[in-house]
């Protein structure tokens, strides 16, 4: 038995259910069946077996021919000319044997997958359906390894080399976190229509000499006492008792809805996955957004009418209260499983407050580790009832079908009443799972009752093999271990493997099968017959379920070359701190070190205060007196506190907001942040928590209302809820105050006063400082210069460079955290300041001085934006489309969102604006064309065909030209809406239009470039050898003659003159998606491009023409250009991005999450 037959089995006799319901918004959601998640299962199986015969076989790397991707998207096709492609047809050759199995199922194929598998395959995705797929796929033949994609880059390096797998799957967007690790030859295949590269790799060594055939499902991490993250190694054997335990205690249906609230890094979504998949169950998964915003997630959960819940408490209590009551909780709901876990179950008398009396949501608390995946215990909690009957807890669970389960010291007893009173408000972990022993133990490994100890967790079949760092044997060399055998490898079998200092074997089991019991780090006690968890016993502390090691901080800190040493505390028992002893000559501040330690720190591990010093206080033995230390840090609060009053209550709160979110400002752009949403601009719940506790902290005065509006809503609104509450706080303490004088005067005179509480307090309003932009009047179009990937408009004369310049110096880079394939927009104001506007898939909008390279402000918009920005006339206003179906008009001056306005689908296609009207115009993959006014009132909306609108549209002498994806082009008279002429071309349209001197420019995936007339005329066609999705530039040089430049994924990039003529060619290493753009030089017969290729490559090229050539000179006269390259360099990440240059300067965006402000010299 395997995790993936549960999965084929259910699929091949329910085909048609719901596997998957995938939100990526709120309002946005996906259907997967069952028959559609496991045809794309065995797509990645197949991947992963053609990677593998590769690497056994090395003949076989003759037969993947240099073909286009598998499972070819006409969309977004991508070759790499250096290494080996797969197609389809390969695939059906090089696995023709299982093809021939049609009449068998798919399950009975999976079974014969299950033999003949040491393989370990690691895969980075967005979780998702993807990610599902991907580890299905897996499991049929392999072992799966979940990357993070929140990992940094060092810590995706370190977990490589830590599991060794043999190879790699990654979703495109993620290839610039493996550009620092070698990787072997590669296959292209799509998931659900995103890419993925599938690679071999090795690190030359592996813990793991050899397993049983099918005896692992997966590898999960955790982090150790001393901070070591441990690799878990787990057979099926050890989570199917799992699936079926609580497969049968949630009375699991095919009828049911199971929302997926863990990461794929957390071992409980495989309970949530397989708990569904076995029972043919839909399985409800969002973006990850969603899950940090508990009014959206709310909305999903009961939109989709979830029946089960595994989660932890703090997910659940971020709801709210009442929310909780009136919708989970409530009288009518349809949640019947809330299954709580990963942290201490909330007290009763807290928990009966959320829960409506009349509602009838099972409760239980589970308790497991990961070292023993994935639950240990569970028991059914009675909310409503009194503390006594929680007697009949543990006596809910039949599982006497199921092996035996084993509870150490049930001999009852009566505790002190000091612990009885504690354990009163405590719920049991519960009676162990099938094949699971669950022991307290003291620190001599005996077990004790009445007495606090340490939980320990484990089992003879439930073993899991764990290695925590530390696998070298005591001469140096590298111990191996051959997973469920006897066999010794390096003086090491499996149970001793599967030892720590940590871990203990005891004489019960059988000799083939030892008991080994894992330590969990928490201590519990035995009170009549049931264990108690008590909290942690060292310095982990855990975080919405996940362990945190104080020790791994202070490693973390102290890799800073600035500090030389870290000491990290616990602050009434629940803040981090960390006290850091800093370099006698560094300078660095708190946010600082804190936007360094995100480089190397997931976020959920960082601490909560960071505290510079330039000395540590030490004992009288010499070491370090945390006791001073404490106190230094009450008395720099104090001080930070004191130096705020009630006029600068905004300055504070926007300070404790950028320093918790990690964003700097320069200059007045810090009045930019008040539109912006605390999730989307990077916090999450707990950094959440830290802000609302030290605003309270600080100002003295409870906040009840403060976590939901920090969770949900703008800074502006966040501003207000403290504004009032701390002005009403004041004004109570006032009236405190006249109370007591009052009273004070009244008992001398004898007489009695009353006062209202409960008297009005206005809101103050605060005044914004001046805009970044306030000393420049806004001037008239003609006095801006804006540059783009689709036009260059100079307000002085057109921008000459040197022609010696042929090398660059880096200035600077910026950060947007995930793939940029949006196309940057410039703009400069007549009093010199210069702005860059651009979007990426992490849904932040960000503007740019270009003279600092740092932000002026930055928005998170509703979802991912590849839509390039477009310039207002005035320079007052962007426009800039996004994925959740809104086109967006944001103020230049302060980052305000104007307006925006909604659309019926993704928005992909550039707006672009008639400088006449003022007017807006763009395309969504709702097929319609929108013209919107200046205020966002629509004036027209356009269905052109049948076909999405992917192309940015053109206006040109009172028309618009718009292009669609199923070959569409058509003119539209701009003021009416009305088609004036259209022209089917047959193949789909990515790229974008280009006006020129005589009409129009555009290339199809038809691998064709067109030149037509302003009417819908012809004028010349040009075949290529690929598919075209970059757009035209156009050009003038000094001497009249037109220049016209468009790449293609034939890896060229054409020029063309005016008449369509193609009058030169440059060929690059990979497929070209980007616009070129092209610039003027100081001498009359060179231009030169920029061209970015798909690899991260971009070069210089100047064109040498004959300097008697002028104007559009025909054929005959020509003479072909000398192409001459004088540049080439490398970014790190892919490049979809057009470039643009400004001023000497080139910017560059790359899919390595960064733009980069480059100088020519």
């Given at each position: 038995?395997?995790?993936?037959?549960?999965?084929?089995?259910?699929?091949?006799?329910?085909?048609?259910?719901?596997?998957?319901?995938?939100?990526?918004?709120?309002?946005?959601?996906?259907?997967?069946?069952?028959?559609?998640?496991?045809?794309?299962?065995?797509?990645?199986?197949?991947?992963?077996?053609?990677?593998?015969?590769?690497?056994?076989?090395?003949?076989?790397?003759?037969?993947?021919?240099?073909?286009?991707?598998?499972?070819?998207?006409?969309?977004?096709?991508?070759?790499?000319?250096?290494?080996?492609?797969?197609?389809?047809?390969?695939?059906?050759?090089?696995?023709?044997?299982?093809?021939?199995?049609?009449?068998?199922?798919?399950?009975?194929?999976?079974?014969?997958?299950?033999?003949?598998?040491?393989?370990?395959?690691?895969?980075?995705?967005?979780?998702?359906?993807?990610?599902?797929?991907?580890?299905?796929?897996?499991?049929?033949?392999?072992?799966?390894?979940?990357?993070?994609?929140?990992?940094?880059?060092?810590?995706?390096?370190?977990?490589?080399?830590?599991?060794?797998?043999?190879?790699?799957?990654?979703?495109?967007?993620?290839?610039?976190?493996?550009?620092?690790?070698?990787?072997?030859?590669?296959?292209?295949?799509?998931?659900?229509?995103?890419?993925?590269?599938?690679?071999?790799?090795?690190?030359?060594?592996?813990?793991?000499?050899?397993?049983?055939?099918?005896?692992?499902?997966?590898?999960?991490?955790?982090?150790?006492?001393?901070?070591?993250?441990?690799?878990?190694?787990?057979?099926?054997?050890?989570?199917?008792?799992?699936?079926?335990?609580?497969?049968?205690?949630?009375?699991?249906?095919?009828?049911?809805?199971?929302?997926?609230?863990?990461?794929?890094?957390?071992?409980?979504?495989?309970?949530?996955?397989?708990?569904?998949?076995?029972?043919?169950?839909?399985?409800?998964?969002?973006?990850?957004?969603?899950?940090?915003?508990?009014?959206?997630?709310?909305?999903?959960?009961?939109?989709?009418?979830?029946?089960?819940?595994?989660?932890?408490?703090?997910?659940?209590?971020?709801?709210?209260?009442?929310?909780?009551?009136?919708?989970?909780?409530?009288?009518?709901?349809?949640?019947?499983?809330?299954?709580?876990?990963?942290?201490?179950?909330?007290?009763?008398?807290?928990?009966?407050?959320?829960?409506?009396?009349?509602?009838?949501?099972?409760?239980?608390?589970?308790?497991?580790?990961?070292?023993?995946?994935?639950?240990?215990?569970?028991?059914?909690?009675?909310?409503?009832?009194?503390?006594?009957?929680?007697?009949?807890?543990?006596?809910?669970?039949?599982?006497?079908?199921?092996?035996?389960?084993?509870?150490?010291?049930?001999?009852?007893?009566?505790?002190?009443?000091?612990?009885?009173?504690?354990?009163?408000?405590?719920?049991?972990?519960?009676?162990?799972?099938?094949?699971?022993?669950?022991?307290?133990?003291?620190?001599?490994?005996?077990?004790?009752?009445?007495?606090?100890?340490?939980?320990?967790?484990?089992?003879?079949?439930?073993?899991?093999?764990?290695?925590?760092?530390?696998?070298?044997?005591?001469?140096?060399?590298?111990?191996?271990?051959?997973?469920?055998?006897?066999?010794?490898?390096?003086?090491?079998?499996?149970?001793?493997?599967?030892?720590?200092?940590?871990?203990?074997?005891?004489?019960?089991?059988?000799?083939?099968?030892?008991?080994?019991?894992?330590?969990?780090?928490?201590?519990?006690?035995?009170?009549?017959?049931?264990?108690?968890?008590?909290?942690?016993?060292?310095?982990?502390?855990?975080?919405?379920?996940?362990?945190?090691?104080?020790?791994?901080?202070?490693?973390?800190?102290?890799?800073?070359?600035?500090?030389?040493?870290?000491?990290?505390?616990?602050?009434?028992?629940?803040?981090?701190?960390?006290?850091?002893?800093?370099?006698?000559?560094?300078?660095?501040?708190?946010?600082?070190?804190?936007?360094?330690?995100?480089?190397?720190?997931?976020?959920?591990?960082?601490?909560?205060?960071?505290?510079?010093?330039?000395?540590?206080?030490?004992?009288?033995?010499?070491?370090?007196?945390?006791?001073?230390?404490?106190?230094?840090?009450?008395?720099?609060?104090?001080?930070?506190?004191?130096?705020?009053?009630?006029?600068?209550?905004?300055?504070?709160?926007?300070?404790?907001?950028?320093?918790?979110?990690?964003?700097?400002?320069?200059?007045?752009?810090?009045?930019?942040?008040?539109?912006?949403?605390?999730?989307?601009?990077?916090?999450?719940?707990?950094?959440?928590?830290?802000?609302?506790?030290?605003?309270?902290?600080?100002?003295?005065?409870?906040?009840?209302?403060?976590?939901?509006?920090?969770?949900?809503?703008?800074?502006?609104?966040?501003?207000?809820?403290?504004?009032?509450?701390?002005?009403?706080?004041?004004?109570?303490?006032?009236?405190?105050?006249?109370?007591?004088?009052?009273?004070?005067?009244?008992?001398?005179?004898?007489?009695?006063?009353?006062?209202?509480?409960?008297?009005?307090?206005?809101?103050?309003?605060?005044?914004?400082?001046?805009?970044?932009?306030?000393?420049?009047?806004?001037?008239?179009?003609?006095?801006?210069?804006?540059?783009?990937?689709?036009?260059?408009?100079?307000?002085?004369?057109?921008?000459?460079?040197?022609?010696?310049?042929?090398?660059?110096?880096?200035?600077?880079?910026?950060?947007?955290?995930?793939?940029?394939?949006?196309?940057?927009?410039?703009?400069?104001?007549?009093?010199?300041?210069?702005?860059?506007?651009?979007?990426?898939?992490?849904?932040?909008?960000?503007?740019?001085?270009?003279?600092?390279?740092?932000?002026?402000?930055?928005?998170?918009?509703?979802?991912?934006?590849?839509?390039?920005?477009?310039?207002?006339?005035?320079?007052?206003?962007?426009?800039?489309?996004?994925?959740?179906?809104?086109?967006?008009?944001?103020?230049?001056?302060?980052?305000?969102?104007?307006?925006?306005?909604?659309?019926?689908?993704?928005?992909?296609?550039?707006?672009?604006?008639?400088?006449?009207?003022?007017?807006?115009?763009?395309?969504?993959?709702?097929?319609?064309?929108?013209?919107?006014?200046?205020?966002?009132?629509?004036?027209?909306?356009?269905q052109i065909s049948v076909g999405s609108v992917f192309s940015s549209p053109c206006i040109v002498k009172q028309q618009v030209f718009v292009a669609t994806l199923d070959g569409m082009l058509v003119g539209i008279n701009i003021s009416t809406g009305d088609i004036n002429w259209r022209v089917f071309l047959q193949k789909p349209i990515f790229s974008s239009i280009t006006a020129y001197s005589k009409g129009i420019v555009l290339g199809s995936v038809g691998c064709?470039?067109?030149?037509?007339?302003?009417?819908?005329?012809?004028?010349?066609?040009?075949?290529?050898?690929?598919?075209?999705?970059?757009?035209?530039?156009?050009?003038?040089?000094?001497?009249?003659?037109?220049?016209?430049?468009?790449?293609?994924?034939?890896?060229?990039?054409?020029?063309?003159?005016?008449?369509?003529?193609?009058?030169?060619?440059?060929?690059?290493?990979?497929?070209?998606?980007?616009?070129?753009?092209?610039?003027?030089?100081?001498?009359?017969?060179?231009?030169?491009?920029?061209?970015?290729?798909?690899?991260?490559?971009?070069?210089?090229?100047?064109?040498?023409?004959?300097?008697?050539?002028?104007?559009?000179?025909?054929?005959?006269?020509?003479?072909?250009?000398?192409?001459?390259?004088?540049?080439?360099?490398?970014?790190?990440?892919?490049?979809?991005?057009?470039?643009?240059?400004?001023?000497?300067?080139?910017?560059?965006?790359?899919?390595?999450?960064?733009?980069?402000?480059?100088?020519?010299?």
């Amino acid at each position: 038995m395997s995790l993936a037959k549960i999965f084929n089995d259910v699929a091949d006799a329910y085909p048609n259910n719901v596997a998957i319901l995938y939100f990526e918004s709120e309002v946005v959601s996906r259907k997967f069946m069952y028959k559609e998640l496991q045809d794309e299962s065995f797509q990645v199986l197949k991947a992963c077996n053609f990677q593998r015969s590769k690497n056994n076989h090395q003949d076989c790397r003759n037969v993947a021919a240099p073909l286009e991707d598998v499972c070819i998207s006409q969309c977004i096709p991508f070759s790499s000319p250096n290494q080996s492609m797969l197609s389809n047809d390969t695939f059906e050759k090089a696995f023709s044997t299982e093809n021939k199995a049609s009449r068998a199922t798919k399950s009975d194929v999976a079974c014969k997958n299950e033999k003949n598998s040491d393989c370990i395959v690691g895969v980075m995705c967005e979780p998702g359906p993807c990610s599902v797929a991907c580890m299905l796929g897996i499991m049929q033949k392999y072992t799966y390894f979940f990357i993070s994609p929140d990992w940094k880059e060092n810590e995706v390096k370190l977990y490589l080399y830590r599991v060794s797998p043999n190879i790699l799957l990654i979703e495109e967007c993620f290839m610039y976190k493996f550009s620092e690790i070698s990787l072997g030859a590669k296959v292209n295949f799509e998931v659900f229509g995103s890419k993925f590269f599938c690679f071999n790799f090795s690190t030359g060594t592996s813990h793991l000499r050899s397993f049983e055939e099918g005896k692992l499902a997966y590898i999960m991490l955790t982090s150790g006492s001393t901070g070591t993250p441990k690799v878990v190694y787990v057979p099926h054997k050890c989570i199917i008792p799992n699936v079926m335990d609580f497969s049968d205690l949630f009375q699991v249906t095919s009828e049911d809805s199971i929302f997926c609230a863990s990461p794929p890094t957390f071992d409980p979504c495989m309970i949530d996955l397989f708990v569904g998949f076995q029972a043919g169950a839909t399985l409800v998964m969002t973006h990850n957004f969603i899950l940090k915003m508990p009014k959206s997630l709310l909305k999903v959960l009961t939109k989709s009418k979830i029946t089960i819940l595994q989660a932890t408490p703090s997910l659940v209590f971020n709801f709210g209260k009442q929310r909780m009551k009136e919708s989970l909780l409530g009288d009518e709901s349809h949640l019947k499983i809330l299954a709580l876990g990963g942290e201490m179950f909330p007290k009763l008398s807290v928990f009966r407050e959320w829960m409506s009396d009349k509602c009838k949501t099972r409760i239980f608390n589970v308790y497991g580790v990961t070292e023993v995946s994935c639950w240990a215990s569970v028991t059914e909690v009675f909310v409503h009832q009194e503390p006594d009957s929680t007697s009949s807890h543990d006596e809910v669970l039949v599982l006497e079908k199921r092996e035996n389960p084993t509870f150490a010291g049930v001999i009852p007893s009566i505790p002190p009443k000091t612990k009885l009173d504690i354990l009163q408000t405590l719920t049991p972990i519960g009676n162990p799972l099938s094949s699971t022993v669950i022991k307290v133990l003291n620190k001599l490994g005996e077990e004790v009752e009445d007495e606090e100890g340490e939980i320990y967790v484990g089992g003879s079949e439930r073993v899991c093999w764990v290695d925590d760092g530390n696998l070298n044997s005591g001469n140096g060399n590298q111990t191996f271990c051959k997973l469920g055998s006897d066999e010794i490898q390096g003086e090491c079998n499996f149970s001793e493997a599967a030892k720590s200092p940590n871990e203990i074997s005891v004489d019960e089991g059988t000799e083939k099968n030892p008991l080994i019991m894992r330590n969990t780090g928490d201590r519990g006690i035995i009170n009549r017959g049931k264990i108690f968890c008590l909290g942690r016993k060292d310095r982990q502390v855990k975080r919405q379920g996940k362990k945190i090691s104080l020790s791994e901080i202070e490693r973390q800190c102290e890799s800073l070359s600035y500090v030389e040493n870290c000491q990290v505390m616990l602050h009434n028992k629940i803040k981090i701190v960390a006290f850091v002893k800093l370099d006698s000559t560094s300078v660095c501040s708190e946010s600082d070190i804190q936007n360094d330690l995100k480089n190397l720190m997931s976020d959920w591990k960082l601490p909560d205060y960071i505290v510079p010093i330039h000395s540590l206080p030490v004992t009288n033995h010499g070491k370090v007196d945390k006791s001073e230390l404490m106190k230094y840090l009450c008395e720099s609060s104090l001080k930070k506190l004191s130096s705020y009053d009630c006029q600068n209550t905004t300055e504070f709160v926007k300070e404790v907001w950028k320093r918790i979110l990690g964003i700097r400002y320069d200059g007045d752009g810090e009045n930019l942040i008040e539109n912006e949403n605390f999730i989307k601009s990077g916090g999450n719940s707990l950094s959440a928590l830290q802000f609302n506790e030290e605003i309270e902290s600080n100002f003295n005065v409870k906040i009840p209302r403060l976590i939901d509006a920090v969770l949900n809503d703008t800074f502006k609104e966040v501003l207000k809820i403290i504004m009032l509450s701390v002005e009403n706080s004041n004004e109570r303490q006032k009236i405190k105050k006249i109370k007591l004088q009052l009273n004070h005067e009244n008992m001398r005179k004898g007489a009695s006063t009353s006062l209202n509480d409960e008297n009005p307090v206005d809101f103050v309003s605060v005044n914004n400082k001046n805009s970044s932009l306030s000393k420049c009047r806004w001037p008239p179009y003609k006095q801006l210069s804006i540059v783009s990937w689709r036009s260059v408009y100079y307000a002085y004369d057109k921008e000459i460079h040197n022609h010696n310049q042929i090398a660059t110096n880096f200035l600077w880079k910026y950060n947007l955290e995930k793939c940029i394939d949006s196309s940057p927009t410039l703009i400069e104001y007549p009093c010199g300041k210069t702005l860059l506007m651009v979007g990426s898939h992490s849904y932040k909008f960000v503007c740019i001085d270009v003279q600092t390279g740092k932000s002026q402000w930055c928005l998170t918009l509703g979802n991912r934006i590849e839509s390039s920005p477009c310039i207002s006339s005035d320079g007052r206003r962007v426009y800039v489309g996004c994925y959740d179906y809104n086109l967006y008009c944001i103020s230049i001056d302060t980052g305000e969102i104007l307006w925006k306005f909604a659309a019926k689908s993704e928005i992909k296609s550039s707006p672009a604006v008639d400088c006449e009207t003022e007017n807006v115009i763009f395309g969504s993959h709702d097929k319609n064309v929108y013209c919107l006014t200046s205020e966002g009132n629509l004036t027209w909306k356009l269905q052109i065909s049948v076909g999405s609108v992917f192309s940015s549209p053109c206006i040109v002498k009172q028309q618009v030209f718009v292009a669609t994806l199923d070959g569409m082009l058509v003119g539209i008279n701009i003021s009416t809406g009305d088609i004036n002429w259209r022209v089917f071309l047959q193949k789909p349209i990515f790229s974008s239009i280009t006006a020129y001197s005589k009409g129009i420019v555009l290339g199809s995936v038809g691998c064709e470039i067109f030149g037509f007339s302003l009417t819908g005329k012809q004028l010349w066609k040009f075949k290529t050898n690929g598919p075209v999705y970059s757009s035209a530039f156009t050009s003038v040089l000094a001497n009249g003659l037109e220049i016209i430049a468009i790449g293609s994924h034939d890896h060229y990039v054409y020029f063309f003159n005016s008449e369509g003529q193609n009058i030169a060619s440059y060929h690059g290493e990979s497929a070209i998606y980007a616009t070129p753009f092209i610039f003027c030089l100081d001498v009359k017969n060179r231009v030169r491009t920029v061209i970015c290729e798909t690899s991260g490559k971009y070069c210089l090229i100047d064109l040498i023409f004959n300097s008697s050539q002028k104007g559009n000179i025909s054929t005959s006269k020509f003479t072909i250009p000398t192409v001459e390259t004088v540049l080439e360099c490398e970014t790190r990440g892919e490049i979809f991005s057009s470039p643009i240059v400004f001023r000497n300067n080139l910017y560059i965006s790359s899919r390595d999450d960064h733009i980069y402000c480059f100088k020519f010299v």
